[in-house]
Structures are given as structure tokens and as C-alpha cells.
């Protein structure tokens, strides 16, 4: 079936660093890749999202960028501050409608001051 | 605006016991619904959905169920709980774009 693979699981900086997380998905149909940003016992927010006709979005210092021929697309938060630590979940759509999204395992950021 | 519900917040269940979770959405007509389950330190795993009342699909087989009897209500069942249905039980709902919005979420222990 298809997937969208994840890494790092975890992800350790200080505060100031940058941060990337990188996602690979496998339905080459997808067009439609949202982040998601979850705190601790909360439920996941987007953060950020970006479509297939779009290569780079940023939002103050959150950027997503996206890869289409490798079907590769990454999240760069940068100037982090511990109220950017949580899981990120990245997500790509599914061909075939319903506008499903299948999601990454998700990776856990802690920024320390 | 939008705005989605679920309830109860948490719930502690024996083995063997039936469950009755429920998500409603205010504000918008027709969206489609989805329930997952994140178990402790996992992602998300896409249960069902649903694009309209009594419209339901099951994503994997397991020993849970869903219903739709009203537009803007979901609800997934199951008869008896196993110690493995465990885990933050998510609602989301869309409407004309892919972009998903969860609930807050309901925390289930089977013990």
C-alpha cells in the first residue's frame, strides 16, 4: 500500500537552531501535503501546508518545500523556541478521493534554551 | 467557524465492555468525517470514513465499528473491547479541500 516514510524520529536542538524534518511518500498521485504540528496529549494543528503546483511556502519561520520528481518534501523551522517542541506529523493525500491523507510516523522535537 | 467535538474526554473501560465514542461537527453541512487511533508514541492510523449519512468505509479489519445517523454526527462502536483498542481516538472532518481539522481527541484505557 502506500506510505509516507518519516525522519528523524527525534530530533534534539538548541534554542536559535534550525530544525528539518523530511518526509518521502510513494503515491505519485499525491498533491496535497500538510504539517502537522502535535503538543503533548493535544490533538495535531496544522502548522503549514503545500500543494503539487508550489515547490517552497514560508510562514514567519516555518517553510515547507516540496520535491515532486523525488517525491520528497521537507519542514525547516528556524530560530527555534522550546514552544516549537512537540511531534510533527507530515501527511500526503491519497488518489482515489474521499480526500484522505496518510501520515508519517511523526517526529519528536525538543529545543532546549 | 467551524467547530468540532468530541466525548467523553477520557474513558477507562474493562475488557470485554462495549464503547460508544462521539464526534459532531457545527458549522458546515455535508463534510466528510474520519475517525483514527494513535496509539502512546505513535502516528495516526485512519480507521474510517465517511462522505455522507450512513456512508461508512473501513480503512483496516478490526473489532470496531462506525455509524453516521445524522449529517454532522460520527460515531465508532465496538461490542467488546480488547486491551489493544488502547489509544487517543481522533475525529477529523473536511470540506472541499484536503486539508483535515481534528477534534480534541478521546483518551481510551482498556483495562
Known amino acids: 500500500g502506500e506510505n509516507v516514510e518519516q525522519h528523524p524520529s527525534t530530533l534534539s536542538v538548541q534554542e536559535g537552531d534550525s530544525a528539518v524534518i523530511k518526509c518521502t511518500y510513494s503515491d505519485s498521485a499525491s498533491n496535497y501535503f500538510p504539517w502537522y504540528k502535535q503538543e503533548l496529549g493535544k490533538r495535531p494543528q496544522l502548522i503549514i501546508d503545500?500543494?503539487?503546483?508550489?515547490g517552497e511556502k514560508k510562514d514567519q519561520r516555518i517553510a515547507v518545500t516540496l520535491n515532486k520528481t523525488a517525491k520528497h518534501f521537507s519542514l525547516h523551522i528556524t530560530e527555534t523556541q522550546p514552544e516549537d517542541s512537540a511531534v510533527y506529523f507530515c501527511a500526503a493525500s491519497l488518489s482515489g478521493g474521499y480526500n484522505k491523507l496518510i501520515f508519517g510516523a511523526g517526529t519528536r522535537l525538543a529545543v532546549h534554551p | 467557524s467551524q467547530t468540532i467535538h468530541q466525548w467523553p474526554a477520557t474513558l477507562v473501560q474493562p475488557v470485554g465492555s462495549p464503547l460508544s465514542l462521539e464526534c459532531t461537527v457545527e458549522g458546515t453541512s455535508n463534510p466528510n468525517l474520519y475517525w483514527y487511533r494513535q496509539a502512546a508514541g505513535r502516528g495516526l492510523q485512519l480507521l474510517f470514513y465517511?462522505?455522507?449519512?450512513?456512508?461508512i468505509s473501513s480503512e483496516v479489519p478490526q473489532n470496531l465499528s462506525a455509524s453516521r445517523p445524522q449529517d454532522r454526527q460520527f460515531i465508532l462502536s465496538s461490542k467488546k473491547l480488547l486491551l489493544s483498542d488502547s489509544g487517543f481516538y481522533l475525529c477529523?472532518?473536511?470540506?472541499?479541500?484536503?486539508?483535515?481539522?481534528f477534534g480534541p481527541g478521546t483518551r481510551l484505557l482498556v483495562l
Open positions: 465517511s462522505v455522507g449519512i450512513g456512508q
Open positions: 477529523a472532518w473536511n470540506k472541499g479541500a484536503e486539508t483535515q481539522y
Open positions: 503545500i500543494r503539487s503546483n508550489v
